[in-house]
């Protein structure tokens, strides 16, 4: 499944952004989907996570209440919308799919950057 990732950019300190994943000419049923961002010199980091067939959404704690997982399942496409955004949101974010049952997640988008000035 390749994924493409959009929507990435320059924002100021409390502003809002909405990630795109799409898969041209696939569908996301089954699988359970997600968004990493990777901040230089930080590890790596799954922000959101949510099933495809069901209403399961997952955040990290540094997100919560403030990032929004959905998915549009007509347009094989999952959001992260992101409000309140902060200088640490700062990072590479990378839209990413694994079946359901998997233990890692297989499938990866390129990344997109974001970028929070304070």
């Known amino acids: 499944v390749q994924l493409q990732a959009s929507g990435g950019g320059l924002v100021q300190t409390g502003g809002s952004l909405r990630l795109s994943c799409a898969a041209p000419g696939r569908t996301f049923s089954g699988y359970v989907m997600g968004w990493f961002r990777q901040a230089p010199g930080k590890e790596r980091e799954l922000v959101a996570s949510?099933?495809?067939?069901?209403?399961?959404?997952r955040y990290a704690d540094s997100v919560k209440g403030r990032f929004t997982i959905s998915r549009d399942n007509a347009k094989n496409t999952v959001y992260l919308q992101m409000n309140s955004l902060k200088p640490e949101d700062t990072a590479v974010y990378y839209c990413v799919g694994k079946q359901g049952g998997a233990s890692a997640y297989g499938y990866w988008g390129q990344g997109t950057q974001v970028t929070v000035s304070s």
């Open positions: 949510i099933f495809w067939t069901g209403d399961s959404a």
